[in-house]
């Protein structure tokens, strides 16, 4: 048995899908024969040519042909995932054998679909690893011009396709009460959480930390955004408080990163003139230990529409960093609920709620005991649900599973004809 892994982005590229496929391929690479089917594109841009074939950490990797227009045009992002649908499902079929467990990822775009399809011609077992939920997304962010009739149809084609999955993997739990909420059979549906490495990114007090120096931070208290600066995440009450408190020289707003909203965000700072925000470019895998302890509080947002479509990664290498959260985002949605769940690690603010923002970085800056309080729950959180061996473990635990003997003659009677023999064993 194999395990075919899809996405379109895969180490050495630094995104954050990238990251977790690279950590799961090779884990489950050590206990089985494993294929990564990815394209030769970097996530940030960047022209730097890869392999289309090689063998990396056990794991084989194939990097299929795609356009490269790029994420500045709907129809240049359109075709890049049109060609990598392609050549994706083309080599998937070339690969996948009987028995075998495929693992679709969520970039592009209902990539379960072609997925599902080899997978129930080549009588592979098909696991959906949802790490957003299309088209529903885009309808909340750039997709709106699009009939709606267009995106029920989608929507029901990205149904079918994790009807008649194994197993789809969401990534939180409002995510898969939304999942069943459209129909999804409960059975279907599995919450494994995504993660960051415990022993990469341990807590590393700031007077120790060399990026601070070299970044100019000495002696500020440092409120810091990391990651993906998407159209999920909102900034402008992050930009409000930054002006606002643009006349305390002691904070200052670190944002590192990149994605659709840095060219604006930054062009917004330059507009308001604060010299109190500092951004620096997506920081190597090597380097997140440093930059991840640079900040003295960590700040996760997501748009309050978009909550059970996707849940931000960069909450758990915030914990791990054993920094104090700060979600500006919706009361019911998933970190709302971890916060009421397990109090003590973060505060959140409503998104529109600049002055209760403000209040919180003041509090935390004034506090130095309440704030290192916050980032050791945090991280003894972190260390009991979402380090980075107890994912692995989960995962493992589901791929062992669809290796069953009973699990591949069930399906074999289904195919015969003979369902009701398998509902009366």
Same mark, same amino acid.
């Given at each position: 048995m194999k395990v075919l892994f899809l996405n379109r982005f895969y180490y050495p590229d630094i995104s954050?899908?990238?990251?977790?496929?690279?950590?799961?391929?090779?884990?489950? +690479? !050590?206990?089985?024969?494993?294929?990564?089917?990815?394209?030769?594109?970097?996530?940030?841009?960047?022209?730097?040519?890869?392999?289309?074939?090689?063998?990396?950490?056990?794991?084989?990797?194939?990097?299929?042909?795609?356009?490269?227009?790029?994420?500045?045009?709907?129809?240049?992002?359109?075709?890049?995932?049109?060609?990598?649908?392609v050549s994706a499902t083309v080599r998937l079929w070339a690969l996948a054998e009987p028995g075998d467990v495929v693992?679709?990822?969520?970039?592009?775009?209902l990539l379960s679909v072609p997925a599902a399809l080899v997978a129930r011609l080549r009588d592979a077992r098909l696991v959906n690893w949802l790490q957003d939920v299309f088209p529903e997304v885009a309808g909340e962010l750039d997709f709106k011009r699009v009939?709606?009739?267009?995106?029920? /149809?989608?929507?029901?084609?990205r149904d079918r396709s994790l009807a008649v999955a194994a197993c789809n993997v969401a990534v939180g739990e409002v995510m898969a009460a939304r999942l069943a909420a459209s129909g999804i059979e409960a059975a279907r549906i599995r919450v494994i959480h995504n993660w960051s490495s415990g022993?990469?990114? &341990?807590? #590393?007090?700031?007077? $120790?930390?060399?990026?601070?120096?070299?970044?100019?931070?000495?002696?500020?208290?440092?409120?810091?955004y990391s990651g993906n600066m998407g159209r999920a995440h909102d900034f402008d009450a992050l930009l409000d408080a930054a002006q606002q408190l643009s006349s305390r020289p002691e904070i200052v707003f670190l944002l590192i990163g990149g994605g659709k909203q840095r060219a604006?965000?930054?062009?917004?700072? &330059?507009?308001?003139? #604060?010299?109190?925000?500092?951004?620096?470019?997506?920081?190597?895998?090597?380097?997140?230990?440093?930059?991840?302890?640079?900040p003295d509080c960590h700040v996760v947002s997501l748009k309050p529409s978009l909550e059970g479509l996707i849940v931000p990664s960069k909450l758990y290498s915030s914990l791990a960093a054993g920094r104090p959260v700060i979600f500006i985002g919706a009361q019911d949605g998933e970190i709302a609920r971890l916060m009421r769940a397990h109090p003590?690690?973060?505060?959140?603010?409503?998104?529109?709620?600049?002055?209760?923002?403000?209040?919180?970085?003041?509090? #935390?800056?004034?506090?130095?005991?309440?704030?290192?309080?916050?980032?050791?729950?945090?991280? !003894?959180?972190?260390?009991?649900?979402?380090?980075?061996?107890?994912?692995?473990?989960?995962?493992?635990? #589901?791929?062992?599973?669809?290796? $069953?003997?009973?699990?591949?003659? /069930?399906?074999?009677?289904?195919?015969?004809?003979? +369902? $009701?023999?398998v509902l009366n064993k």
């Open positions: 954050a899908t990238s990251q977790i496929l690279s950590d799961l391929s090779r884990h489950v +690479a !050590r206990r089985t024969e494993v294929h990564v089917i990815t394209s030769r594109l970097a996530y940030d841009g960047t022209s730097e040519r890869m392999p289309p074939r090689e063998c990396a950490g056990g794991v084989v990797v194939h990097r299929v042909w795609t356009s490269r227009f790029g994420r500045h045009s709907l129809l240049g992002r359109a075709l890049d995932y049109a060609t990598f649908y693992v679709s990822m969520t970039d592009p775009p009939p709606r009739r267009v995106r029920n /149809a989608l929507a029901r084609l022993r990469e990114i &341990r807590p #590393l007090p700031p007077e $120790q930390n060399p990026l601070r120096r070299e970044w100019g931070l000495d002696g500020k208290f440092v409120v810091g604006a965000v930054e062009a917004e700072v &330059r507009s308001r003139g #604060l010299s109190n925000v500092v951004f620096r470019p997506y920081q190597p895998r090597e380097l997140l230990a440093r930059s991840l302890t640079a003590g690690f973060g505060v959140r603010v409503d998104p529109a709620d600049v002055a209760g923002l403000i209040s919180v970085i003041e509090r #935390l800056y004034e506090d130095p005991a309440r704030s290192a309080a916050l980032g050791t729950r945090g991280r !003894r959180l972190f260390e009991s649900h979402f380090d980075r061996p107890i994912a692995l473990a989960q995962w493992t635990a #589901l791929i062992d599973g669809l290796r $069953q003997p009973a699990v591949r003659v /069930a399906r074999t009677v289904r195919r015969s004809g003979d +369902a $009701q023999a």
